[in-house]
C-alpha cells in the first residue's frame, strides 16, 4: 500500500500502523488520542498515590486530542477545515460528553462548516485515555 503518513508532530501509533493513510483526494486518519508528542504523557490524568488512575480532565484531553489530529492533517497536507467526518469514542459518556461539545464548539464554532460527527460511549481504549477520534479529511490539490 502506498500514501502512509507518520509524524513526529504527534504522538507514535500505539500499534503497526501509520497516523494516516492518503487514497487520492481523501485523507484516513488512524485512531489519534491525547497523548503528548514526544512523551506519551496524557494530559490531565489523575492517579493516586499507588500509581491506579482515578479520574481524568476531558478538557485537557480533548484540547490534546485536537491538536495531535492538527498535527496529523498538516504533515498530511491537509488542514483543519478539510476535515469531513469525525467518530469520537468517549469512555464516560454520561460524565464527559457536555464538556467535549462545548471544546468541539470551540474547535468548530459554525455547525454549517464544521464535520460530520458520530460520538459513541465505549468501556475502554488501548491506553488510559478517555478520548479518540477517527477521522476523514479531503486533501485539497
Known sequence: M???IRTESAP???GAYPHARRAGDF?????IGPRVPGSDAIPGNVHDPRGKLVGHD????CRQVFANVRAVLQASGARWE?????TVFLT????DFRT????WAEHFPDAATAPCRTTLGITSLPTPIAIELK??????G
Open 2 to 4: 502506498s500514501g502512509a
Open 12 to 14: 507514535a501509533p500505539v
Open 27 to 31: 485523507l484516513f486518519l488512524s485512531g
Open 58 to 61: 476531558i478538557a485537557a484531553q
Open 82 to 86: 478539510d476535515l469531513i467526518d469525525v
Open 92 to 95: 464516560d459518556m454520561a460524565n
Open 100 to 103: 467535549f461539545n462545548a471544546v
Open 135 to 140: 477521522c476523514i479529511a479531503r486533501v485539497r
